[in-house]
């Protein structure tokens, strides 16, 4: 059975970090990546990785700011995220997906992804 669970939120000022983790079990994946949510607002791609290999890909909106890494040895994923901003403020979730494509239609939508963790909020205050 595939578990995800999620760790790491909370509430920072603005300009500050947080690093979200999501170890996940029960298979080997192909690709896992992170998406968050708003309120009001539809889902969106946050950062995605390759197993194999360790490619990144980010949504233009945190790159440069936040740095997705794996380790492979404990299946887990962490999202360090640096100078926040207030327009950061959602639900972060984590998903990983059996196979993994590097096409960015692929990777950037939630269809994409089998498995999915609970969820973990970050606030950011202005």
């Known amino acids: 059975q595939v578990q995800m669970v999620e760790s790491g939120g909370g509430l920072v000022q603005a300009g500050g970090s947080l690093r979200l983790s999501c170890a996940a079990s029960?298979?080997?994946?192909?690709?896992m990546g992170w998406f968050r949510q708003a309120p009001g607002k539809e889902r969106e791609f946050v950062a995605a990785i390759r197993w194999s290999g360790g490619n990144t890909y980010y949504a233009d909106s945190v790159k440069g700011r936040f740095t997705l890494s794996r380790d492979y040895a404990k299946n887990t994923v962490y999202l360090q995220m640096n100078s926040l901003k207030p327009e950061d403020t959602a639900v972060y979730s984590c998903?990983?997906?059996?196979?993994?494509?590097?096409?960015?239609?692929?990777?950037?939508?939630?269809?994409?992804?089998?498995?999915w963790g609970q969820g973990t909020q970050v606030t950011v205050s202005s």
């Open positions: 998903a990983a997906a059996k196979t993994f494509d590097t096409d960015s239609y692929y990777y950037r939508i939630s269809h994409s992804y089998g498995y």
């Open positions: 029960g298979r080997t994946f192909g690709g």
